[in-house]
């Protein structure tokens, strides 16, 4: 399944809302994804020593505008190609750093739940199911991406 123009749209318009407010976007990103997943936060080398997810972390922010970005990509090039393809050596590398901090692939749907739940908040009045989906579909794919690489590692 790919995604509409329409739909296409919706994720790069709300993408460009959400990122005017990223300190709060990647703190509570952060903060569902370890509600639903406690344990992923000895992963996190910049959580490690902490006792609560740092409102002012530098790397924390970048990292999570990070993976709003890349998804929002992810949904363009749905829309422009029907597949994703992120640059080759960006997904080896991805697929690396992944396995190396032991992440597997059930992982990838607590942080998609974390994603879509961030999204719903941030946009409150303007969210619809349908920019819900494109973002699911977008992420979607771009995990698929990660996850090939992750068991094409050894
Ligand atoms: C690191 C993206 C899924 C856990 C990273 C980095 C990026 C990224 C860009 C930084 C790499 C670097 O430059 O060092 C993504 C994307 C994902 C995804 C786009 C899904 C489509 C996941 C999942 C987990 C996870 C499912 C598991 C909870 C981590 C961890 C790091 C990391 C632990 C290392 C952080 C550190 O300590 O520096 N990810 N990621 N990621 N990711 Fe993900
Ligand atoms: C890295 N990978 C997946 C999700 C993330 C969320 C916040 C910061 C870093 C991340």
């Known amino acids: 399944m790919g995604i509409s123009e329409k739909q296409e749209a919706l994720v790069k318009e709300s993408w460009e809302l959400m990122k005017q407010n990223v300190p709060q976007l990647s703190l509570r990103f952060f ?43 992810s949904a363009v090039q749905l829309r422009e190609k029907g597949e994703v393809v992120v640059g080759d050596t960006t997904l080896k590398y991805l697929g690396s750093v992944h396995v190396k901090k032991g992440v597997i692939d059930p992982h990838f749907e607590v942080v998609k739940e974390a994603l879509l739940r961030t999204i719903k908040e941030a946009m409150g009045e303007s969210w619809s199911q349908e920019m819900n989906d494109a973002w699911g579909e977008a992420y979607d794919h771009l995990a698929s991406a990660i996850k090939a690489e992750m068991h094409a590692e050894v």
């Open 31 to 73: 903060t569902l994804i370890l509600e639903i997943a406690p344990a992923a936060k000895g992963m996190f080398s910049f959580l490690k020593d902490t006792d609560e997810i740092p409102e002012n972390n530098p790397k924390l922010k970048a990292h999570a505008v990070r993976v709003f970005k890349m998804t929002c990509e």
